[in-house]
């Protein structure tokens, strides 16, 4: 993975809640085996609409996301997570994340940042001025920035310093090999097994 | 302090702690199926690891595939190769697969506790949302991403941050008609989508003691359409002599033990719960959602909101573009409402009892005009079971299609689909834009109320037909 620290590029404001993972991606792109090319895939019952925000001339080349409140609910399909890499965000900005996302975000490199909805008002209004405008997302610092505009934001401590080192999580876990084994010598007998 | 269900079972599989770092927690039981795990297996290659227990996963095949013909080669290409890959990668990592055509074939949540897999105070993951279902046994189970799954695969642990604990008190009887659909549909309808987030709810009460252990796999599966992760009911003599005898239960001297520890794992009288909720079960009715998430659900003898009466414009506008969605008006009666198919299934509604509920319902009855009833067994024992007891010759006289086990319109991966503007009843979990195909309309509801509605065409319970 690699490591995320500061990102800055134009952002795309997202007018709805509950923006379940079906929307993000559909289930019939689910059927691909691969982990990268899902960009065409990424709200595609919504980018049908020629007025869709992503399909707006003013808003190609976004990498950060503006949503309302509730981002990612419903299926755990990491491909969610993936189709938005792939069509270039770096960083979603949202009051609520559901947890599974949540989670995939953090393991795939993709901010999920949290500040309240009140924020996201002011920065669907700032990026409506001007959709030109630079926003600065600092993870060292927890803040969000454009022009006047400041504010902190919410991430899981762990998943903060495991995205500025990028770090991956198998190998960490792998370091504690000989506790998993003793672990596993303790099972209780009883326990289902296919072998 | 005493402890929550959750809690025990949580500290009972720590295998790591330490300061500022997530537990990692032992997993017991890794299930897998086509759909999020072939790039798990790639990560697996590349990075030159093996799968650390093969014996401790276990895979189906049942997202994407089709539910006829079952006993030819998949017609479309894309599925097809998504399903061979499964094949291959459950070949050469030593996994035990129940491919299609197999008598253990199913949906992943049902064949799990079928088999006797899914037992109380286990620690059981899949890259599937609904792993929450098995919750009902009192396991902890939730559903992880592909990364995570990959990190199963590799550990067969995972790194976890503690849930807090919510538990959902559901006092009385239920009245005759009522099922535990209506029961979850009006918990979420009450936390909210969100309400149940960063919690693991513990379902407790009379009603819910009451229940038989499908009833409560189908309150645990829908926990994630409240946000939470996990749901959990703890294990009594309903859940004991449900797993008795099936094909992966302990016997003998094992069976003792495992039941003296089953025993112990419920909330201490003086455990603390992070946030409690009281529902009285005697003022459910059969409930159905009118939107497009699973909160916005009403009793079925109510009417379509409107959304000039909400002030909070972030839930106006929620309550607006659902009524757009749904091509419906406010204050328009909830069973008036025509439908075009009803769908029975899913890891939700798709096993035995949901059958015959669905079926002591359509007896001696029709499938109105114009209506198609798509009747699909979660799993292929169910089928076979359901077929024994005369349950597929009742679907049949009445005009239903009987369809081979998978997940098929619960999300539309596979041939059945919902055509643009077609609206269904469902008796599965997520009515969201699109999920039961593109463009189509989907309304949740319990397996009486999607047979009551198959027979008059429009959203009905049980009691609104005529004498059959
Ligand atoms: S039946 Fe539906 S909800 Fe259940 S596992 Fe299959 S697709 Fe997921």
Known sequence: ?195 | MGRTLAEKVWSDHIIHEGEGLPDLLYIDLHLIHEVTSPQAFDGLRAAGRPLRRPDLTVATEDHNIPTVDVDKPIADPVSRIQVETLRENCKEFGVTLFPLGDVEQGIVHVVGPQMGLTQPGMTIVCGDSHTSTHGAFGALAFGIGTSEVEHVMATQSLPLKPFKTMAINVEGALPEGVAAKDIILAVIAQIGTSGGQGYVLEYRGSAIRALSMEGRMTICNMSIEAGARAGMIAPDSTTFDYIKGKPHAPCGKDWESAVSYWETLNTDPDAQFDREIAIEASTLRPFVTWGTNPGQGLPLDQVVPDPKAVSDPVERAAIENALAYMDLRPGQPLKEIAIDTVFLGSCTNGRIEDLRAAALVIKNRKVADGVRLLVVPGSTRVRIEAESEGLDQIFLEAGAEWRGAGCSMCLAMNPDKLAPGERSASTSNRNFEGRQGPGGRTHLVSPEVAAATAVRGTLSAPTDLAEA
């Open chain 1, 1 to 195: 993975m690699d490591a995320f620290t500061i990102h800055t590029g134009t952002a795309a404001p997202l007018h709805r809640s509950n923006v379940d993972t079906d929307q993000i991606i559909p289930a019939e792109y689910l059927k691909r085996i691969t982990r990268h090319g899902f960009e065409d895939a990424l709200f595609a019952s919504w980018r049908k609409d020629p007025d869709f925000v992503l399909n707006r001339p003013e808003y190609q080349g976004v990498s950060i996301l503006v949503s309302g409140p509730d981002f990612g609910t419903g299926s755990s399909r990491e491909h969610a997570v993936w189709a938005l890499q792939d069509f270039g965000f770096r960083v979603v900005l949202c009051s609520r994340f559901a947890d599974i996302f949540r989670g995939n975000s953090g393991k795939g490199g993709l901010l999920t940042a949290v500040i309240p909805q009140s924020a996201i008002e002011e920065l669907w209004e700032i990026v409506e001025a001007d959709p030109s405008i630079p926003i600065t997302v600092d993870l060292q610092e927890r803040k969000v920035h454009v022009g006047e505009f400041m504010c902190d934001f919410e991430v899981d401590d762990y998943v903060r310093w495991r995205l500025l080192e990028g770090l991956d999580d198998i190998g960490i876990t792998l370091e504690h090999s000989d506790v998993i084994s003793e672990f596993e010598k303790n099972r209780p007998s009883f326990l289902p097994s296919l072998g």
